[in-house]
């Protein structure tokens, strides 16, 4: 008879209760190693919170409720008149004085798989800018140092990763100095994990001693971020507002202090920004209101006929798109993380999963197979405060990098790059040669560190005496 290990009764009697002890199946194959290994990971399993979750997603299948009597959510939109510019600039000045007060940090939420991408290693290491080459992470980092600079403050940058790329993470930002950012400025943590279960909610083993795990959603941040003591230093640090953004966005100004403006005058837990959505099935949630609430409703959830609603002047009721943007106050994460449960709500993600077979042959499946639990961040807006949305142009601040055809890939991203760059150069004054369909014959691109709007890059062109695009250009 083998030694017992540690806690192996307690763990197989939970995972019994649980009606999981299938994953023992190996047992008698496992050598010493392989054991620990898998009551490692089964003492990290939450069996309530699990149980909770099959009998709600798999067995009965109730999928979240719709919140009731949705009305369109009001928002801030883009400034149109004289009161509305002056109002946009006094936010402005008030960012400004927070960003350099140090009471403001950037966060960018990079634990997700991008299995729809399809990179090999971290999204953020994806090269992402048109002419430089620039990696995700890079352009971000540039944002910052011209942030550091022109605030004269020492920002932080917070970084989540999770367990299946927080090594490669770290290597990378290792192997590139962190970018010249002070080191103890950039701060990466990981979030939560969570198992998955096949569709009758049983664990699948990806090894025959290795469950299979995925993260719990950009909404684990919230949790991550207590758990982690990310939230402590944020308060050593005084920091009291989190510029949340998620990695794949090449064009996200990652602070902008007009956006932290609104929100530090609203008093506002959570702010998020807003797109107009280009059609009625815009594959992005919508923000609604309901009970007084503010709620983003997925694309996939909202009623055909709510998506579809027009107003008298043909505008869609529902135009406010959510674009994954979002001003968090600490003090709000510090309430959403304080209780013992998780105050986001779980949702079901029917995903090919790889596992292995009865006799743990490992198999890649053509179709899904299994269900992922995640959270989104944006659960979190019904229990916000004074909740502000403000409109943006998307053509300045989005443009996810998520399929690696078709849609939101590498080079729309790029394109839309190039031509709100080249539109830039134009207004500050530069010529920039374009074909018959408007399309730029150069490439160009700024970096966020020469020039992050069209004011800076006016003074720039001015300094460097540029008149004309001639060739490829890249401003840094
Ligand atoms: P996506 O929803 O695009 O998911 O994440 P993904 O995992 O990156 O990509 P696919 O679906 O596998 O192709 C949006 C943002 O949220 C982050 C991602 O890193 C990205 O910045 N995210 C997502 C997390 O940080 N953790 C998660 O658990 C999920």
């Known amino acids: 008879m083998p ?34 290994r898998l009551l490692a990971q089964l003492a990290e399993v939450d069996f309530e919170e699990l149980a909770e979750l099959i009998d709600q997603h798999v067995t009965h299948r109730r999928p979240p409720e719709l919140p009731p009597d949705l009305e369109p959510a009001p928002f801030i939109p883009l400034p149109t008149t004289d009161a509305e ?10 960012g400004e004085e927070l960003l350099a007060a140090g009471k403001a940090a950037p966060m960018v939420v ?29 352009i971000f980092a540039e944002a910052i140092h011209a942030a550091r600079r022109a605030y004269g403050a020492s920002i932080p940058w917070y970084i989540m990763t ?25 701060k990466c943590f990981m979030q939560g994990m969570m198992p998955a279960v096949d569709l009758e909610g049983k664990l699948i083993l990806s090894a025959r001693d290795q469950l299979a795990w995925s993260p719990d959603g950009h909404g684990g941040s919230i ?33 902008d202090p ?31 209101l309901s009970g007084g609430r503010l709620h983003v409703i997925e694309y996939s959830d909202l009623p055909d006929a709510l998506a579809e609603a027009r107003d008298p002047d043909g505008r869609l009721r529902f135009e406010a798109g959510s674009i994954a943007i979002h001003i968090l106050s600490r003090a709000f994460v510090e309430r959403l993380s304080a209780g013992r449960r998780f105050a986001l709500p779980f949702h079901r993600a029917e995903k090919r999963i790889p596992c292995i077979d009865d006799r743990g042959r490992p198999v890649n499946p053509a179709r899904p197979n299994g269900i992922k639990f995640e959270t989104f961040v944006f659960d979190a807006l019904p229990m916000a405060e004074n909740p502000v949305v403000l409109e943006i142009d998307r053509a300045v601040e989005f443009s996810p990098v998520k399929n690696a055809d078709a849609q939101d890939t590498p080079t729309t991203a790029r394109h839309d790059m190039l031509m709100l760059h080249a539109g830039w150069l134009e207004k500050a ?48």
């Open 3 to 36: 030694q017992e290990l540690p806690d192996e009764r307690a763990i197989r009697r939970r995972a019994a209760d649980a009606g999981q002890e299938h994953v023992f199946r190996f047992w008698g194959d496992l050598p010493e190693e392989g054991r620990r």
């Open 85 to 94: 510019r002056s109002r946009r600039a006094r936010m402005r000045q008030l």
């Open 110 to 138: 990079a634990g997700g798989q991008g299995t729809r991408l399809g990179f090999e290693g971290p999204k953020g290491a994806f090269p992402i800018g048109p002419v430089s080459g620039l990696t995700l992470f890079e």
């Open 162 to 186: 999770s367990r299946a790329n927080d090594l490669a993470t770290r290597d990378f930002l290792e192997a590139h100095n962190y970018f010249d950012l002070p080191r103890a400025d950039v």
């Open 223 to 255: 949790r991550a971020l207590a758990r982690t003591g990310m939230l402590a230093d944020m308060a050593a640090r005084g920091i009291e507002h989190i510029s949340y953004f998620q990695v794949d966005n090449p064009l996200v100004p990652p602070l």
């Open 258 to 288: 007009v956006f932290i403006g609104h929100h530090a005058d609203a008093a506002s837990d959570m702010s998020s920004k807003m797109a107009r959505k280009r059609e009625p099935k815009e594959r992005i949630g919508a923000f609604c």
């Open 429 to 476: 004054g530069v010529a920039v040669p374009r074909r018959p369909d408007g399309e730029p014959r150069f490439w160009v691109e700024i970096n966020p560190r020469a020039a992050r709007n069209v004011e800076e890059l006016k003074a720039l062109v001015a300094r460097r005496g540029i008149r004309k695009v001639t060739r490829d250009l890249y401003l840094a």
